[in-house]
């Protein structure tokens, strides 16, 4: 307790997505990304992939201020938040007839994992518990894909950029059969979820929907 308090003075810690104090995040951010995933129109990047394209919440606002602190903040005890939100989706998801065999996130650069936690991970895992829970079984969450040695990170990189940079940059570890859905943190131009896509599908799987934390309006 005296650790708690000590570094509570030094370190004081306010929600991520309004700034309230003395809680990492508060119950009203926290419900913004609990309501049932909206099935949304797929950006440009996807539109070949010819999946259905869920989100959560758009990305702007507080929605924004927490996927930016989650993917930067390891301060933050995020996962049983973000297992909670990856929970209530995989059973809706499961309402609206999605059935998949495995649940795959895109995979994320090495820098990336260094400098924060690993949310779309976190959000794989409680889609699956979501659905196995809801009666979809069996389901798997499993880590399917890598990023070959040339990928980079797509922050700071605008719309061109990040169209050009994820092409070819993704490769299956293993082969895959059956009904998949991909999961991802944020959905912008599309472009990591369009490789996720054509690398599974390469791999031999059919995948069924794309599910994001949040996504980019137009």
Known sequence: MLFDDLAAILWPISCAGCHEPDVSVCAECHELLSDPPLAVAPPAAMETARVDTWVLASYEGRVRNLVLSMKHERRRQWGTHVRAWGYRA??????????????VPCPSSHVRRLRGPDVTGAFADGITRGLAEAGIRPVGCVEALRLRARARSQSGRDRNQRL???AGTMAARTRLEGDVVVVDDVMTTGATLAEAVRAIEEAGADVVATVCLAGARG
């Open 90 to 103: 995989g059973r809706s998801l499961a309402e609206e007839g999605v059935t998949p065999r495995w649940v």
């Open 164 to 166: 050009r940079g994820r």
